[in-house]
C-alpha cells in the first residue's frame, strides 16, 4: 500500500451485472483527490449506483483495480471491506434506511457500534446532532415519529459520526423540497468539510451543483477498457 494523495483511484474497471450481458461500468481511469468535493450526474440507468456500489465495497468488478483510501477494495474478502467501510466510509442512502423502531441517538449509535467503538460520550451525539440543526427533544423519539427533513439530518449525523474520510450520498435530497435542499446541503457540507471528508454526491436535480468542486457526467467516465471488450 502505498499513502498518496487520492482518496479513490479505479483503474481499467469492466463490471457487469451477468455474464451474458454488456457492461454497465467500462471505466479506463478514475481519480478523485483527497477532500474533493464531486457531484456526480448521468440519466437514468447510467450506471451511478452501480458506480457508488463499487467505491463502498458493495460489489467488486469482475476486472479492474478499486483502491479507496490506499486500500485495495477489490482484492479484499467481503467480511473485510464491510468493516472497511464501516471505519472509513459514510453512506447517505436515496430512503435514508434508518431503523424505524430505534432512537435518533441509537440510529446513529449502531454506525458506531459497527465500526468497532463500544462506547460513544454523549458528546459526540451533542456534537453532530447540534451542527444538525436537529434539536435535543428530538434526540430519544424513534425515527418513524420525524419528519422527512429531520430523518435526513439524522441520515447525516450517521454517515458523518465516526468522521468519515469519505461521504458517499445518492440522491439524498429527492425526497424534500426545493425551498429545503440548499438549506440541507449547507449543513452536509459544512458537517463533511469540518472532518475533511472527500465527498460523491450523486442527484439528477443540476441546482445543487454549484455547493461542489468539480461536475462529472458519468458518461465522460466511460471508455475503453481491454478486459470489458
Ligand atoms: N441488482 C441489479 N441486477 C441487475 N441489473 C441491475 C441491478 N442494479 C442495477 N442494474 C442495472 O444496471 C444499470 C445501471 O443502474 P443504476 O441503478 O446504477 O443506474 P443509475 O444511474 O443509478 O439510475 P437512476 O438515476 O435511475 O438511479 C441499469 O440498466 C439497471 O437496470
Known amino acids: ?101 430505534l432512537s435518533v441517538t441509537d440510529n446513529v449509535r449502531l454506525a458506531r457500534q459497527l465500526a468497532g467503538y463500544r462506547h460513544t460520550p454523549q458528546d459526540e451525539f451533542a456534537e453532530i446532532f447540534g451542527a444538525l440543526g436537529l434539536e435535543e427533544d428530538l434526540w430519544h423519539r424513534s425515527s418513524h415519529a420525524l419528519s422527512v427533513g429531520q430523518q435526513q439530518r439524522v441520515a447525516v449525523a450517521r454517515a458523518l459520526i465516526n468522521r468519515p474520510e469519505l461521504l458517499i450520498a445518492d440522491e439524498p435530497t429527492s425526497a424534500l423540497d426545493s425551498d429545503h435542499r440548499d438549506d440541507f446541503l449547507q449543513l452536509l457540507m459544512q458537517a463533511a468539510t469540518e472532518r475533511g471528508s472527500t465527498i460523491v454526491f450523486v442527484s439528477h436535480d443540476k441546482a445543487l451543483q454549484h455547493h461542489f468542486d468539480d461536475q462529472l457526467d458519468i458518461r465522460d467516465l466511460q471508455g475503453e477498457v481491454a478486459a470489458c471488450i
Not at 13 to 22: A, D, G, I, M, T
Not at 36 to 49: C, D, I, Q
Open 1 to 101: 500500500m502505498t499513502d498518496n494523495q487520492n482518496a479513490i483511484e479505479l483503474t481499467d474497471v469492466c463490471f457487469r451485472w451477468q455474464r451474458n450481458l454488456p457492461p454497465v461500468l467500462s471505466i479506463p481511469e478514475f481519480i478523485v483527490p483527497r477532500g474533493r468535493r464531486v457531484f456526480l450526474y448521468g440519466p437514468s440507468g447510467s450506471g451511478k449506483t452501480t458506480l457508488l456500489n463499487l467505491l463502498t465495497g458493495i460489489n467488486v468488478p469482475q476486472a479492474g483495480a478499486v483502491q479507496i483510501l490506499d486500500t485495495p477494495l477489490h482484492d479484499l474478502s467481503g467480511r473485510k471491506r464491510d468493516r472497511f467501510r464501516a471505519r472509513h466510509i459514510g453512506i447517505i442512502f436515496q430512503q435514508f434506511n434508518l431503523i424505524p423502531y
